[in-house]
């Protein structure tokens, strides 16, 4: 379970439209798995996790995507 970045957080870094958001932190995520997959195998985090907390601190932009 997920508690921080808050959903209402990440809604705001797309300006309230959830389609974005689900969109961009998907793709992301999918670098991410490609990118550092054997970085993530020894960490904790998933991908998923770090790419809400990208798009949260407003390092991945919806524009991006």
């Known amino acids: ?3 921080e970045p808050s959903i209402d957080k990440l809604v705001e870094a797309t300006n309230g439209n959830r389609y974005v958001l689900c ?3 998907s793709k992301r995520a999918k670098e991410i798995e490609t990118v550092r997959r054997a ?5 904790d985090k998933k991908a998923i996790s770090i790419a809400c907390e990208e798009v949260a601190s ?4 919806p524009s991006k995507f």
């Open 58 to 61: 407003k390092k991945v932009k």
């Open 39 to 43: 970085e993530l195998a020894s960490e």
């Open 1 to 3: 379970m997920m508690i």
């Open 23 to 25: 969109t961009v932190i």
